[in-house]
C-alpha cells in the first residue's frame, strides 16, 4: 500500500506516523507549508509532493489521505477520486449534505473506495463498551451520557476559530461521539442543543447536545473547548446496570518530574500507553479494506449520518427548536 | 421553639426531625402522621408524643411544622398549618401544581407565617463553596450550566403519578433547579425536555432530560433520571458543570466517600464522610421562626423550581420548548 498525504497538520503528522506503523508506505506527502511537509516526510523517508497534481499523477500511490481543515475536503476528495485514487479523509467529512453527498457519490461513480476518518470506533474503551451493551450488560439502554473536550483548538491560520471554517465544536469534535452513538444505539430520531457559538465571539465554545434515539432512549453529548487539557467519558445507564467510563480518572501512568527553580512547581504527565494507537489501528483496517476486502467498521454513509447529526444540532442551538431527522437512507 | 414533623411518608422527615431534636433551643414536640404505626414508631424513636389527629395537631401548643408528607399533601396540610399559625418547613417539591403552589404561599403570606422550602443542598459544603467562588467572581459571568442528579428509583408513593405527580422529572428536577437559580440569581425563560420510561416497569416517568434557558442567555441542562442501578456503589449525585466567562467549576457534592469492598455485601459501596446538610436547613429554619424572619429559601423559591419540572412534562407532551410566561 503506498500513500501519499495531504496536510502536514496535527492529523496528517498523526496519520503520518501511523501509516508507517501500520506497514503503509508513505510515498509523499503536500502541504502548503513546504517545511511542515518536509519535516513529517523525513520521519518516514517519504518525499515530498511540490504540489497536489504531483501526487496525484504518480501512478504508484494507490490512496491518497486527506488531513487538511474541513471546509477543503470536497474539492480535494473530488480530484483524488477523479485521477482514481482510493480516498481516506478525515472527520468531519464535509460542512454541508450536499457537499458530503457529492463525494460519496463521486467515488461511487470513480469507483475508488472512500473511508472516513471516525476514530473513535477503533479507541478500544468504546470498542469494549459498546460490546457490553450489545451483549445485554446493561439491560435495555436508557440514558447515555458523553463528554469530550478541553482546550480551545489551535490549527493552521487559526482556522478552528473561524465557525465558518471549523463549523463549531459541534461539528468538528462532538460528531465523533455522535458516530459512536448511532454506531451503538442505532438511528437518532430527534435532535436539540444549545451552544455558546450562537452567543458569544470569544474564544470560547460548549455545546449540550441531547438525542432522541428511534428506540426511546435518550442521549446528552457535552462538547467543550472552554476547559484545559484535554477529557472524554461516557456513561451508559439501563434497565439492568451501567457502563462508565472517564479518561481523566484512568492514569496508569503519571511522570511527575520536580521543577528545577524554585517557586516552580513540577507538571505531572499522565498516560494511558496501548501496545498500538487506536489511530494505527484504524488505518490498518483501512488499509485491509483497499487490500483484502476487509469489510469496513465504518463507511462513508456513516459519516454522512453524523454530519447530518451535527448539523441538526447547530440549527437546534440557532432556532431554538427540536429537529427532526429525515427517516431516509440514500 | 417547638417543632411537630407532619408524616414521614418522605424519609428526609427522619433526619430532619433528628436535626430538631439537637437544636439547643428546639424541641420536637410532636409527630403527626396518616401511617399510625410509622408515625408511632417514630415518636418512640425521638422520645416525642403522637396525634394520630391533624387538626388536634395544629391546635396543639407548637409554633413550627415540617411537612414530609406525599408530595400532593403538602397543600392541603401547608393550608392548614399556615391558617393556625405556625411556620412552616416544606419538603420538596412544594406540590404538584402551580395553583397549589400559589396557595400555599399565600395562606404564608395571609396568616403571617413564615414559610421555607427545602432545598438541603444548599447547605451542602461542596455547594456552599462554589456559592461562595462564583460570588467572589473565580469564572466571571456564568454561559453555561451542565447538571446531573441522578438516583435510584424510590419505589411507594413516589412511582404513584396520583401521590408524587410525576415521577424522576417531579422527584429529581427541583434541586438543581433551585440550585442554578440561586447561582445565577436569574430566572429561567424556556424548558425543553425529553421524557421517558425505560428502566423501570412503573406508571410514571424514570427519566428525562432537560435544557433550560435563563434571563440573560444563559443555558443549562439537567439529567434527572433514576438510573442507578440497584449494584451502583450510591444512591445517586448532584453535579454541575459550570462554564463562566472566566473559567469553569465543576461540582460533584455528595463524592466525598470511601470505596468498601466487602464479602458479605454483594457489591462494593461508596460510604459517605462529607458533612451534613439537614442540619444546616433546619436550623436556618429555626432561626427564621424564631425572629419571624424570611428564611434564605422561600416558598417562591419552592415555586420557581417545581415549575421547571411542570414546563418538562408540558414540553415533552408538545414536542417544543415551554416559553415561561407565554
Ligand atoms: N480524528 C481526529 O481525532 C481529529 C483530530 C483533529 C482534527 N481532525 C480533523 O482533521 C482535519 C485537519 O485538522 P488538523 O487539526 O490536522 O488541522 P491543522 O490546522 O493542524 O493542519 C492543517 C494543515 O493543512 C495545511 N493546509 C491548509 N490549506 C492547505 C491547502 N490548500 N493545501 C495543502 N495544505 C493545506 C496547513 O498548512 C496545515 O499543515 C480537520 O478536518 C479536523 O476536523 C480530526
Known amino acids: 500500500m503506498r500513500v501519499g498525504i495531504v496536510g502536514a497538520g496535527t492529523m496528517g503528522t498523526v496519520h503520518t506516523g501511523s501509516h508507517h506503523e501500520a506497514g503503509h508506505q508513505v510515498a509523499a506527502i503536500y502541504d502548503l507549508r513546504p517545511e511542515a511537509a518536509a519535516a513529517n516526510a523525513a520521519r518516514v523517508g517519504a518525499a515530498v509532493a511540490p504540489t497536489f497534481e504531483a501526487l496525484l499523477s504518480d501512478p504508484t500511490i494507490d490512496l491518497i489521505d486527506i488531513c487538511l481543515p474541513t471546509p477543503l475536503h470536497r474539492a480535494f476528495v473530488e480530484k483524488a477520486a477523479r485521477a482514481g485514487k482510493h480516498v481516506l479523509c478525515e472527520k468531519p467529512l464535509a460542512p454541508t449534505l450536499e457537499d458530503a453527498r457529492a463525494m460519496i457519490d463521486i467515488c461511487r461513480e470513480a469507483g475508488v473506495q472512500f473511508y472516513v476518518a471516525h476514530v473513535l470506533r477503533f479507541f478500544p474503551e468504546y470498542e469494549r463498551a459498546r460490546n457490553l451493551v450489545l451483549a445485554g450488560k446493561v439491560g435495555e439502554p436508557g440514558v447515555i451520557r458523553t463528554t469530550r473536550g478541553g482546550i480551545f483548538p489551535t490549527g493552521w491560520d487559526d482556522w478552528y476559530a473561524d465557525y465558518s471554517r471549523s463549523g463549531t465544536l459541534t461539528l468538528d469534535m462532538i460528531i465523533h461521539d455522535f458516530d459512536w452513538l448511532r454506531w451503538t444505539f442505532g438511528e437518532v430520531e430527534r435532535v436539540y442543543a444549545k451552544s455558546l457559538s450562537t452567543r458569544t465571539t470569544e474564544r470560547l465554545d460548549y455545546a449540550l447536545v441531547t438525542l432522541r434515539f428511534a428506540s426511546g432512549a435518550i442521549a446528552h453529548v457535552e462538547g467543550t473547548w472552554s476547559h484545559s487539557g484535554f477529557r472524554y467519558g461516557f456513561e451508559v445507564a439501563g434497565s439492568k446496570g451501567l457502563i462508565d467510563f472517564d479518561s481523566a480518572k484512568i492514569q496508569p501512568v503519571v511522570v511527575q518530574k520536580r521543577a528545577a527553580e524554585a517557586g516552580v512547581t513540577g507538571v505531572a504527565v499522565p498516560e494511558s500507553p496501548l501496545r498500538e494507537s487506536p489511530y494505527t489501528t484504524e488505518i490498518r483496517h483501512f488499509g485491509r479494506c483497499i487490500e483484502h476486502g476487509e469489510i469496513p467498521i465504518v463507511t462513508a454513509y456513516d459519516a454522512y449520518k453524523a454530519v447530518e447529526i451535527s448539523l441538526a444540532a447547530l440549527e437546534s442551538a440557532r432556532t431554538g427548536r427540536p429537529v427532526t431527522l429525515a427517516k431516509e437512507a440514500f | ?326
Not at chain 2, 49 to 60: G, Q
Not at chain 2, 252 to 279: H, I, K, T
Not at chain 2, 292 to 302: S, W
Request: proline fraction near 5%; charge should be negative; aromatic fraction near 8%.
Open chain 2, 1 to 326: 421553639m417547638r417543632i411537630a414533623i407532619l408524616s414521614l411518608a418522605h424519609f428526609h422527615g427522619y433526619s430532619y426531625a433528628a436535626a430538631v431534636a439537637k437544636h439547643p433551643a428546639a424541641e420536637l414536640a410532636l409527630i403527626w402522621d396518616e401511617d399510625a404505626a410509622r408515625g408511632g414508631a417514630a415518636a418512640q424513636q425521638f422520645g416525642c408524643a403522637f396525634e394520630p389527629d391533624l387538626d388536634r395537631t395544629l391546635a396543639a401548643h407548637i409554633d413550627a411544622v415540617i411537612i414530609t408528607s406525599a408530595n400532593v399533601h403538602h397543600k392541603e396540610i401547608a393550608v392548614k398549618a399556615a391558617r393556625a399559625g405556625k411556620h412552616i418547613l416544606c419538603e420538596k417539591p412544594i406540590a404538584t401544581t402551580l395553583a397549589d403552589a400559589q396557595a400555599m404561599v399565600a395562606a404564608a403570606r395571609a396568616a403571617g407565617v413564615q414559610f421555607m422550602t427545602a432545598f438541603p443542598c444548599r447547605y451542602a459544603p461542596p455547594v456552599l463553596r462554589v456559592k461562595q467562588a462564583l460570588e467572589q467572581g473565580a469564572i466571571g459571568e456564568i454561559l453555561a450550566i451542565k447538571g446531573t442528579n441522578h438516583g435510584r428509583m424510590p419505589g411507594g408513593w413516589f412511582a404513584d403519578p396520583g401521590m408524587a405527580g410525576g415521577g424522576a422529572v417531579m422527584d429529581h428536577t427541583v434541586h438543581v433547579a433551585d440550585l442554578i437559580r440561586w447561582f445565577l440569581g436569574k430566572e429561567f425563560t424556556s424548558v425543553y425536555a425529553e421524557v421517558a420510561n425505560r428502566f423501570h416497569d412503573i406508571r410514571v416517568d424514570d427519566c428525562g432530560m432537560l435544557t433550560m434557558e435563563l434571563e440573560g442567555g444563559a443555558f443549562a441542562t439537567l439529567d434527572p433520571s433514576w438510573s442507578r442501578p440497584a449494584a451502583y456503589p450510591t444512591w445517586g449525585d448532584v453535579t454541575m458543570e459550570i462554564v463562566g466567562t472566566k473559567g469553569t467549576i465543576s461540582l460533584d457534592a455528595f463524592s466525598q466517600n470511601l470505596s468498601l469492598y466487602n464479602n458479605d455485601d454483594r457489591v462494593a459501596a461508596w460510604v459517605p464522610y462529607g458533612s451534613d446538610m439537614d442540619e444546616g436547613l433546619v436550623n436556618d429554619f429555626i432561626a427564621a421562626a424564631a425572629a419571624n424572619a424570611r428564611p434564605p429559601i422561600t416558598g417562591e423559591d419552592g415555586l420557581r423550581a417545581m415549575e421547571v419540572a411542570l414546563m418538562a412534562y408540558e414540553s415533552a407532551r408538545t414536542g417544543a420548548p415551554v416559553i415561561r410566561g407565554a
